[in-house]
């Protein structure tokens, strides 16, 4: 299939456009709908800022756009940042055909973005081209199943444009009771501010990530050398003596893994770096938010010597799962025979509830309950 990317120059989603052009094979990416002159199959309109009359769009046979509202409810302007306004933190985002009316088209897909309730601007941009890239790729590989939409239907609602007035907080409420506004505020574009007596005050917010503080790094966002960092350990014998696969994991293998862990909704791996060293990993699997449980494991980096780092690990996984996740049960299974983190686990009162055999081997089976 020929394949093209549109979108405006010099604005947040550029540097992304750039990532789904390499997923898809370095399809060519345009910032003006007048410069495509050749017939495409799919055009992925993103993040693009002007019309586009009706005789361009039938020089393709799909001009998908991808919008992050459950349309046809929150048509319109920046409906991400006004659902996080308003509390939500299960962001639909829709995959639709672009057409003359705003936000109209016919839906090809729809997906869930989940947040933690914690993400500033940034990293919400972040997370929102990340679905938006997701959802592409997984249009191209499935082109059979997704390539006939349906019609919207149901009641439709519009968000207006945000402009700078909207980033104005109350001084008569709380900073709890607007924080939802402060994490969508741009510091540089348009910040958040108050008034008082005639005057006006600009504030800034930003996470707190000073030298000390706890990393966490999902494992479709490492680097190239963060990779194949993690390969090692994963293959150093005193880590993988402890997993169920014991088996030597290529290069290909632990990509290919990685590839799969970024369409997986109940698999998370992340890289954790302390006083911006990297220690370990840990890893939440089976996440099931309706029955709101999950299993974790965990391990150090193999070729450091930290003091407490199994601690600190553990405690990452606990607040991950408690706090961001929202999880009340905690599972876990670890071979009898792996004493120091036995007593570990024991520490944090997980419970045992059961006993099986992996590889004649047996595996203790453990809970906690919030």
Same mark, same amino acid.
């Given at each position: 299939?020929?394949?093209?990317?549109?979108?405006?120059?010099?604005? &947040?989603?550029?540097?992304?456009?750039?990532?789904?052009?390499?997923? %898809?094979?370095?399809?060519?990416?345009?910032?003006?709908?007048?410069? /495509?002159?050749?017939?495409?199959?799919?055009?992925? /309109?993103?993040?693009?800022?002007?019309?586009?009359?009706? =005789?361009?769009?039938?020089?393709?046979?799909?001009?998908?756009?991808?919008?992050?509202?459950?349309?046809?409810?929150?048509?319109?302007?920046? $409906?991400?940042?006004?659902?996080?306004? +308003?509390? +939500?933190?299960?962001?639909?985002?829709?995959?639709?055909?672009?057409?003359?009316?705003?936000?109209?088209?016919?839906? #090809?897909?729809?997906?869930? %973005? +989940?947040?933690?309730?914690?993400?500033?601007?940034?990293?919400?941009?972040?997370?929102?081209?990340?679905?938006?890239?997701?959802?592409?790729?997984?249009?191209?590989?499935?082109?059979?199943?997704?390539?006939?939409?349906?019609?919207?239907?149901?009641?439709?609602?519009?968000?207006?444009?945000?402009?700078?007035?909207?980033?104005?907080?109350?001084?008569?409420?709380?900073?709890?009771?607007?924080?939802?506004?402060?994490?969508?505020?741009?510091?540089?574009? #348009? $910040?958040? #501010?108050? +008034?008082?007596?005639?005057?006006? #005050?600009? %504030?800034?917010?930003?996470?707190?990530?000073?030298?000390?503080?706890?990393?966490?790094?999902?494992?479709?966002?490492?680097?190239?050398?963060?990779?194949?960092? /993690? %390969?090692?350990? !994963?293959?150093?014998?005193?880590?993988?003596? &402890?997993?169920?696969?014991?088996?030597?994991?290529?290069?290909?293998?632990?990509?290919?893994?990685?590839?799969?862990?970024?369409?997986?909704?109940? !698999?998370?791996?992340?890289?954790?770096?302390?006083?911006?060293?990297?220690?370990?990993?840990?890893?939440?699997?089976?996440?099931?938010?309706?029955?709101?449980?999950?299993?974790?494991?965990?391990?150090?980096?193999?070729?450091? =010597?930290?003091?407490? /780092?199994? !601690?600190?690990?553990?405690?990452?996984?606990?607040?991950?799962?408690?706090?961001?996740?929202?999880?009340?049960?905690?599972?876990?299974?670890?071979?009898?025979?792996?004493?120091?983190?036995?007593?570990?686990?024991?520490?944090?009162?997980?419970? !045992?509830?059961?006993?099986?055999?992996?590889?004649?081997?047996?595996?203790?089976?453990?809970?906690?309950?919030?």
């Amino acid at each position: 299939m020929k394949i093209a990317i549109l979108t405006t120059k010099n604005q &947040w989603f550029e540097s992304y456009a750039g990532a789904l052009s390499e997923k %898809l094979g370095n399809i060519p990416i345009f910032n003006n709908h007048v410069d /495509i002159n050749n017939i495409y199959d799919i055009i992925f /309109i993103l993040s693009y800022h002007n019309i586009i009359p009706t =005789k361009y769009l039938k020089n393709s046979k799909h001009n998908l756009v991808v919008h992050a509202s459950a349309l046809p409810k929150g048509k319109g302007w920046a $409906p991400l940042f006004w659902q996080v306004i +308003e509390g +939500e933190n299960k962001i639909p985002f829709t995959m639709i055909e672009a057409s003359s009316k705003v936000d109209n088209g016919d839906i #090809y897909m729809q997906e869930v %973005l +989940e947040l933690t309730n914690h993400e500033l601007n940034e990293e919400l941009r972040d997370k929102q081209a990340k679905m938006i890239i997701q959802m592409c790729v997984k249009f191209v590989n499935n082109y059979e199943k997704y390539k006939i939409p349906v019609k919207q239907n149901n009641d439709e609602s519009f968000y207006k444009k945000r402009d700078k007035k909207d980033s104005k907080l109350n001084i008569d409420k709380t900073v709890r009771d607007q924080f939802n506004l402060l994490r969508v505020v741009n510091n540089s574009d #348009y $910040p958040a #501010y108050f +008034e008082l007596d005639g005057h006006r #005050y600009i %504030l800034k917010i930003e996470l707190d990530n000073s030298e000390g503080g706890v990393e966490l790094i999902d494992f479709v966002d490492l680097t190239q050398k963060e990779v194949l960092m /993690i %390969l090692d350990w !994963r293959n150093h014998e005193n880590i993988k003596k &402890w997993m169920y696969s014991q088996d030597e994991i290529s290069v290909e293998a632990h990509l290919s893994f990685i590839a799969e862990l970024q369409f997986s909704k109940s !698999r998370q791996y992340m890289a954790v770096k302390k006083d911006n060293k990297y220690v370990g990993v840990v890893d939440f699997t089976k996440i099931d938010g309706t029955n709101k449980e999950c299993y974790f494991g965990l391990y150090a980096n193999p070729f450091e =010597k930290i003091a407490g /780092i199994g !601690r600190v690990l553990e405690e990452v996984c606990l607040k991950y799962i408690l706090d961001l996740l929202s999880l009340n049960k905690i599972k876990l299974e670890v071979f009898s025979d792996n004493v120091r983190a036995l007593n570990l686990y024991k520490k944090y009162n997980f419970k !045992r509830v059961g006993v099986k055999n992996v590889h004649d081997k047996q595996v203790i089976c453990m809970e906690l309950t919030k």
